[in-house]
């Protein structure tokens, strides 16, 4: 079977892959392997240079990888630039960081001297998704390869191009050749290469469906994972909240990527106090945002990555509005080629519809009242994710006492959820485990090893 890359904007295949075969599959675990035994004897600071090299090169190319996730996952051009600069970014963090993030740790015992040591553990398998196509591997290889390690990339078959042009990225900043490759290949070859001993690891972003089966296929072979598995956010609105601010910032949180972001808002639970007022306005931001050719720098929501995800995507609409839900926006396929859908609105969303319960992966918000705070906090824990949550509120000491209540790896008071390099990045029930980013992300693939001398 090929691997095609296609502009979900108009439906062209812009080129076609043959999958990589065993054979080079073979080859490429054993160039990894033997790079890693060569990368992990480097000096800290020499895997520095070459990292600043890789942001560097990010930086140079900017345009071109931007266009490139343009064209083969339909992002909006001005955010995969956005993109391309934060991956940059996370090279340069870790480049400055790691040596101190794995530095030897002194420990007090009853021997003469005691430490722990952090070790690369070998070849690391990262199966990532096409959403955020360089941003999700870069979040992963930066560290991953700053620890010593060697990493392998398992990506999204309809992002084909983006795949081979970050190998490209570490081959072209002086990594040794084969620490980072790149395999085309389906999920179903994911198995196979779980169990070859030269890989000691695995990474994956993606549903939790997905998930649970590579966690299965690692506990198996006895391999650590991180899984970062999505989730359905809560934008929580109290009574004494912003709600300009948070109806603005609700769009923004909403159709980030055109929707399709596993930290995007999803089910926004409004104090009835101030539920009114916040719908009102959250739909008049909706409506302003600007669906289109997502070339065009003026372009807010382009389409979904495929034509199936977004018809996935509207029969969770219509199932909802099945069952009560009411449309206030959107709504609607439209006419014409590509796989677009406009922002959607849909309110007296309530438990048991797919608005509620599932990952709605694409630009539909659903409105959620809640009677007070306590009622707020039960709405939004009343999840199987646990991802990301954006509470709204006046007083700090509100925030603080509300966010420990919320079931979540990340809260951000009177602000949208983000990945940043200085904090952890994860989640809790189906939403995964294991972190990512700062000091918590890079120790997730090493040996930490205690020493003891007499």
Request: proline share 5%; charged share 25%.
């Given at each position: 079977?090929?691997?095609?890359?296609?502009?979900?904007?108009?439906?062209?295949?812009?080129?076609?892959?043959?999958?990589?075969?065993?054979?080079?599959?073979?080859?490429i675990l054993a160039a990894a392997h033997a790079a890693f035994l060569e990368w992990r004897a480097v000096p800290m600071g020499a895997r520095a240079k070459q990292m600043r090299e890789a942001a560097s090169a990010l930086r140079r190319r900017k345009a071109d990888y931007a266009r490139t996730m343009t064209r083969e996952m339909g992002k909006p051009i001005v955010q995969g630039e956005a993109e391309v600069?934060?991956?940059?970014?996370?090279?340069?963090?870790?480049?400055?960081?790691?040596?101190?993030?794995?530095?030897?740790?002194?420990?007090?015992?009853?021997?003469?001297?005691?430490?722990?040591?952090?070790?690369?553990?070998?070849?690391?398998?990262?199966?990532?998704?096409?959403?955020?196509?360089?941003?999700?591997?870069?979040?992963?290889?930066?560290?991953?390869?700053?620890?010593?390690?060697?990493?392998?990339?398992?990506?999204?078959?309809?992002?084909?191009?983006?795949?081979?042009?970050?190998?490209?990225?570490?081959?072209?900043?002086?990594?040794?050749?084969?620490?980072?490759?790149?395999?085309?290949?389906?999920?179903?070859?994911?198995?196979?290469?779980?169990?070859?001993?030269?890989?000691?690891?695995?990474?994956?972003?993606?549903?939790?469906?997905?998930?649970?089966?590579?966690?299965?296929?690692?506990?198996?072979?006895?391999?650590?994972?991180?899984?970062?598995?999505?989730?359905?956010?809560?934008?929580?609105?109290?009574?004494?909240?912003?709600?300009?601010?948070?109806?603005?910032?609700?769009?923004?949180?909403?159709?980030?990527?055109?929707?399709?972001?596993?930290?995007?808002?999803?089910?926004?639970?409004?104090?009835?106090?101030?539920?009114?007022?916040?719908?009102?306005?959250?739909?008049?931001?909706?409506?302003?945002?600007?669906?289109?050719?997502?070339?065009?720098?003026?372009?807010?929501?382009?389409?979904?990555?495929?034509?199936?995800?977004?018809?996935?995507?509207?029969?969770?609409?219509?199932?909802?509005?099945?069952?009560?839900?009411?449309?206030?926006?959107?709504?609607?396929?439209?006419?014409?080629?590509?796989?677009?859908?406009?922002?959607?609105?849909?309110?007296?969303?309530?438990?048991?519809?797919?608005?509620?319960?599932?990952?709605?992966?694409?630009?539909?918000?659903?409105?959620?009242?809640?009677?007070?705070?306590?009622?707020?906090?039960?709405?939004?824990?009343?999840?199987?994710?646990?991802?990301?949550?954006?509470?709204?509120?006046?007083?700090?000491?509100?925030?603080?006492?509300?966010?420990?209540?919320?079931?979540?790896?990340?809260?951000?008071?009177?602000g949208l959820v983000k990945s940043d390099p200085r904090l952890p990045f994860g989640g809790i029930k189906r939403s995964g485990y294991g972190r990512e980013l700062s000091e918590y992300g890079i120790r997730e693939f090493v040996n930490i090893k205690s020493v003891w001398i007499a």
């Amino acid at each position: 079977m090929s691997i095609q890359s296609i502009n979900p904007a108009t439906g062209e295949v812009l080129e076609t892959f043959a999958p990589t075969s065993r054979y080079e599959l073979d080859r490429i675990l054993a160039a990894a392997h033997a790079a890693f035994l060569e990368w992990r004897a480097v000096p800290m600071g020499a895997r520095a240079k070459q990292m600043r090299e890789a942001a560097s090169a990010l930086r140079r190319r900017k345009a071109d990888y931007a266009r490139t996730m343009t064209r083969e996952m339909g992002k909006p051009i001005v955010q995969g630039e956005a993109e391309v600069e934060k991956c940059a970014w996370v090279c340069d963090y870790y480049a400055e960081q790691a040596a101190g993030f794995l530095a030897e740790q002194p420990r007090e015992t009853d021997a003469s001297k005691s430490y722990v040591r952090f070790d690369p553990l070998g070849v690391v398998l990262a199966v990532m998704p096409w959403n955020f196509p360089f941003w999700q591997v870069f979040r992963f290889a930066a560290p991953a390869l700053m620890a010593g390690n060697g990493a392998v990339l398992k990506h999204a078959s309809n992002v084909p191009r983006c795949a081979l042009a970050i190998e490209e990225v570490f081959r072209e900043s002086g990594f040794p050749r084969g620490l980072f490759a790149t395999m085309l290949i389906e999920s179903s070859a994911v198995a196979a290469l779980i169990e070859d001993p030269r890989i000691v690891a695995v990474t994956l972003t993606g549903s939790d469906r997905a998930g649970s089966k590579v966690a299965e296929q690692a506990g198996r072979a006895l391999k650590k994972t991180v899984l970062e598995l999505g989730g359905s956010d809560p934008f929580i609105v109290l009574d004494d909240a912003d709600v300009d601010a948070a109806a603005v910032t609700a769009a923004d949180a909403r159709l980030v990527n055109s929707g399709q972001s596993c930290i995007a808002a999803k089910r926004f639970i409004v104090v009835e106090a101030v539920a009114d007022r916040f719908i009102a306005r959250f739909v008049d931001e909706l409506r302003s945002r600007r669906m289109g050719d997502p070339l065009a720098r003026e372009t807010q929501v382009g389409p979904q990555a495929r034509v199936d995800l977004r018809d996935e995507l509207h029969r969770q609409v219509e199932e909802s509005i099945k069952r009560g839900a009411r449309r206030l926006l959107g709504g609607e396929v439209p006419p014409g080629p590509g796989a677009f859908y406009p922002p959607t609105l849909l309110a007296a969303v309530d438990k048991g519809m797919p608005a509620f319960d599932e990952e709605t992966f694409g630009p539909v918000a659903a409105v959620i009242r809640a009677k007070d705070e306590a009622d707020a906090v039960r709405l939004a824990n009343d999840s199987v994710f646990g991802l990301g949550a954006s509470l709204w509120t006046r007083d700090r000491a509100r925030a603080e006492r509300v966010a420990a209540r919320i079931e979540a790896g990340a809260v951000f008071v009177n602000g949208l959820v983000k990945s940043d390099p200085r904090l952890p990045f994860g989640g809790i029930k189906r939403s995964g485990y294991g972190r990512e980013l700062s000091e918590y992300g890079i120790r997730e693939f090493v040996n930490i090893k205690s020493v003891w001398i007499a």
